[in-house]
């Protein structure tokens, strides 16, 4: 292949993970106690082609500044709908400069022709068959303007490499250890993007490629206690089960995320248990009836969730307890009520978040059908600004009432409360509720700096009625 690079100059490749400013290292509001290794940019990395003379730098905005004099021959950017703004700033700032810029992530794969302004490429949905591609058409001056995914995308190839994690240096973050099995999610939520951006099937990484992965870290690190991104790692019951198995002998510990529907399942519990789970992620939701229905999430409404979480506290597993604000039958009722169930249910570490339509998901364009849509200002999609007219309260109400139940939840009584009724004590819980209590403490200072509605009207971007 004819190209300008060789090994005395080879090309310089820099991965950028942007982040809004609620985020980001300078002035952001999250500590090392709650961050965890992004594993995007670690799994490109691992994807370019090694054959070719590349020199790759990682830049994860969370926890380091990105040099105003960065060098590049090439740019990739990923975006969340919160940090797209931050993307497109940054990809306008590089082009300028004459640099290359390709825009990936799950905005991107929901916004393609808005991203597309901003980029000379761009990758819409899953990127791990495009990537390898891509970066040979840059080699030969032949970048397309598109990547993607394609129709037979799946992740069952057992010689894709696994992510180079030690690229980024560990002390940056709470854990490196993170994992990924499987993508993407069976249920259809109406606020989740999953469904939107990628569709309903889930991708499933082979078992065995999973386990040595997690070997080959454990023997290169020590380390035994992970983390899996996996937005639903039980989304698949059968294969659930054989990755569980293929985890006891290993003898780790680990965290991930589930849906409520294990309560119906003391099988499935138990072997997670047994596998090394210590803690989960649960989307709970709501606490208001008629709520789950709005969500699009009925079938939480089978599940009890102080005796699901009793249950799992037994086995020795912690609760990352997830809350939504602002569905359409939440009153003014629903924060006191969330954190009462969160006290009473000893939920180890509850987490609140305001309903936030991502651009093409079923939420968004019911709201943007009934008018309701506030502003298109991505930045303030983070799932703590208010960016749409809730149903039963005010902008204000929600917005105050969600900053209210933080505090509540994480005062030091309740955390208390919380963690001596789970009786379930892990050092780690501990931690994540002082790093919580200190996010509850200080979100309003994020809000002062960069939100328009109702605190400055005139930014108000609303529809005509
Ligand atoms: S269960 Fe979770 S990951 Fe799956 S669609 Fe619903 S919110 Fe998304």
């Given at each position: 292949m004819e190209t300008k690079y060789n090994n005395d100059r080879k090309m310089k490749l820099v991965l950028i993970s942007p982040k809004g400013p609620l985020y980001r290292k300078s002035g952001g509001i999250f500590k090392k106690s709650l961050r965890y290794q992004p594993l995007t940019l670690t799994t490109l990395a691992a994807l370019t082609p090694k054959e070719l003379p590349i020199e790759i730098t990682l830049i994860d905005e969370g926890i380091m500044e990105i040099p105003a004099d960065l060098q590049a021959d090439l740019i990739g950017i990923t975006a969340i709908t919160g940090t797209a703004i931050r993307?497109?700033?940054?990809?306008?700032?590089?082009?300028?400069?004459?640099?290359?810029?390709?825009?990936?992530?799950?905005?991107?794969?929901?916004?393609?022709?808005?991203?597309?302004?901003?980029?000379?490429?761009?990758?819409?949905?899953?990127?791990?068959?495009?990537?390898?591609?891509?970066?040979?058409?840059?080699?030969?001056?032949?970048?397309?303007?598109?990547?993607?995914?394609?129709?037979?995308?799946?992740?069952?190839?057992?010689?894709?490499?696994?992510?180079?994690?030690?690229?980024?240096?560990s002390k940056y973050f709470l854990t490196q250890a993170v994992f990924e099995a499987t993508r993407s999610c069976g249920h259809d939520c109406e606020f989740c993007v999953a469904p939107t951006a990628w569709g309903r099937k889930q991708y499933q990484h082979p078992v065995s490629w999973v386990v040595e992965d997690i070997r080959q870290f454990v023997a290169k690190t020590g380390k035994r206690k992970l983390i899996f991104v996996d937005l639903n790692l039980v989304s698949d019951l059968e294969y659930a089960k054989e990755l569980f198995t293929a985890l006891i002998p290993l003898k780790i510990q680990w965290f991930g995320l589930s849906t409520v529907l294990i309560a119906h399942n003391n099988e499935l519990m138990e072997l997670m248990a047994k596998s090394g789970c210590k803690g989960?992620?649960?989307?709970?939701?709501?606490?208001?009836?008629?709520?789950?229905?709005?969500?699009?999430?009925?079938?939480?409404s089978s599940v009890n969730y102080k005796e699901l979480i009793a249950t799992l506290h037994k086995l020795g597993i912690s609760?990352?307890?997830?809350?939504?604000?602002?569905?359409?039958?939440?009153?003014?009722?629903?924060?006191?009520?969330?954190?009462?169930?969160a006290i009473d249910a000893a939920i180890d570490l509850p987490r609140f978040s305001v309903l936030t339509p991502f651009p093409g998901t079923p939420l968004y364009k019911r709201l943007e059908q009934e008018k309701r849509i506030l502003t298109k200002d991505w930045s303030l999609y983070d799932a703590q600004h208010v960016v749409f007219e809730p149903k039963l309260m005010t902008v204000q109400?929600?917005?105050e009432g969600h900053e209210r139940a933080w505090k509540k939840i994480y005062q030091y009584k309740n955390i208390f409360k919380r963690l001596w009724g789970a009786r379930n004590f892990q050092p780690l819980a501990l931690t994540a509720n002082f790093g919580y209590r200190f996010y509850a403490h200080n979100l309003h200072k994020?809000?002062?700096?960069?939100?328009?509605?109702?605190r400055n009207p005139s930014k108000i971007i609303l529809q005509s009625k």
């Open positions: 993307a497109y700033e940054l990809a306008d700032q590089f082009r300028a400069k004459g640099i290359k810029v390709l825009l990936g992530g799950p905005h991107i794969t929901l916004m393609p022709e808005e991203a597309a302004e901003h980029a000379d490429a761009i990758c819409i949905g899953y990127a791990d068959q495009t990537w390898p591609q891509l970066i040979y058409d840059f080699f030969a001056d032949k970048l397309q303007a598109v990547y993607k995914q394609g129709e037979c995308f799946d992740l069952t190839d057992t010689t894709l490499p696994f992510p180079e994690r030690e690229r980024f240096d989960l992620l649960l989307g709970l939701e709501t606490v208001t009836t008629g709520s789950l229905g709005d969500a699009g999430k009925k079938f939480n609760i990352q307890g997830c809350f939504v604000f602002g569905l359409d039958h939440d009153t003014l009722d629903t924060f006191d009520a969330t954190v009462e169930l109400q929600l917005s994020f809000y002062t700096c960069d939100w328009p509605i109702e």
